[in-house]
């Protein structure tokens, strides 16, 4: 089983990092939000102190990973807050456990899959954090410096410089393996057309990596759906704007659960 910690007690709330990162990305809004919920917080394998497992990667994995969490908790049914990647699992999870989804919050990530020129941007990426660990790093610090708002990431390099140092402490294996399964993930639009469950949308204005105007395509075509846009923000909304984002998961967590 990966690794996982839980903090508070209430409803259950999991909380699902994104890549290059482990569970303290949500260090910022875990404060505020373990004193209403229960929070579960995993590592995905091969991040913080889970293990790379040596099935082949896939969303599937990752999904399938969180669920074995859910279930030693006893959890059958939770709101998934998932962050990028970790969006992208929560999807997963949805698309193969429905019964199990409250509700889902995508921060800064969508439901579609990657287009053929990101896959071919991964490639070129995953080739690059092969050769060694100077171009693991240089791929690092590029992607890092472009998941903020430029304004954000002049003002605070010392937090560009955490991300890099996070995901420097990742393995390359590790790296290698969330980008081929962020690569290889399926569409899950049709998903999002029959979902039953809230749907919350957390869009940067000058998100590089998760583009409000792809996300906006989207946010729509669930039932019931929450759209925020945060300006200026990047794609780091729990480093660049933390009281915000804390604010407004509150507020989806206290819809999905109302009293």
Same mark, same amino acid.
């Given at each position: $089983?990966?690794h ?6 209430g ?5 699902i ?5 482990d ?8 404060p505020? /939000?373990s ?6 917080l995993?590592? /995905? ?12 990667p =896939? ?10 969490v859910?279930? %030693?908790e ?8 998932g %962050?990028? $990647?970790?969006?992208y699992?929560?999807?997963?999870i949805? =698309? ?6 409250q509700?889902?919050?995508l921060?800064?990530?969508?439901? =579609?899959?990657?287009?053929a020129e990101k896959? *071919? ?7 690059l ?5 100077s *171009?693991?790093?240089?791929?690092l610090?590029?992607?890092?410096? #472009?998941?903020?708002?430029p304004?954000?990431?002049?003002q ?11 995901g420097?402490?990742?393995? =390359?294996e590790?790296?290698v393996?969330?980008?081929?399964a962020? $690569? ?13 469950w ?7 204005? %000058?998100? #590089? ?6 996300a906006?395509e989207?946010?729509? /075509?669930?039932?019931?759906s929450s ?7 990047? %794609?780091m909304?729990f ?9 407004? /998961?509150?507020?989806?967590?206290a819809?999905?659960?109302? *009293?």
């Open positions: $089983m990966i996982y910690t839980v903090k508070g007690s409803e259950p709330l999991v909380l990092h994104g890549f290059p990162n569970s303290t990305a949500w260090d910022n809004v875990v505020g /939000l004193q209403h919920y229960r929070l579960i995993p590592d /995905l394998p091969g991040a913080g102190q889970s293990p790379l497992l040596e099935a082949a =896939s969303m599937a994995l990752l999904a399938d990973a969180v669920k074995e859910l279930d %030693h006893n959890i059958g049914k939770a709101l998934f807050i %962050h990028s $990647m970790g969006g699992t929560a999807m997963q949805a =698309s193969m456990y429905p019964e199990m989804v509700g889902i919050s921060v800064h990530s969508m439901a =579609s899959a990657d287009n896959k *071919e941007n991964r490639r070129k990426a995953i080739v954090m092969k050769k060694g660990q *171009e693991k790093e240089m791929f610090k590029g992607m890092s410096q #472009n998941l903020f708002a304004e954000f990431a002049a605070h390099p010392d937090v560009v410089k955490e991300v890099v140092a996070k420097m402490m990742l393995s =390359s590790a790296l393996s969330f980008y081929q962020i $690569m290889d993930r399926t569409d899950k639009k049709d998903v999002l057309e029959r979902a039953t809230p749907m919350q949308w957390i869009i940067g204005d %000058h998100d #590089n990596a998760t583009p409000m105007k792809e906006l989207q946010c729509h /075509l669930s039932a019931v759209v925020s846009i945060y300006k200026p923000c990047g %794609h909304s480093l660049e704007m933390p009281n915000r984002l804390l604010a407004d /998961l509150l507020a989806f967590a819809f999905c659960y109302p *009293e």
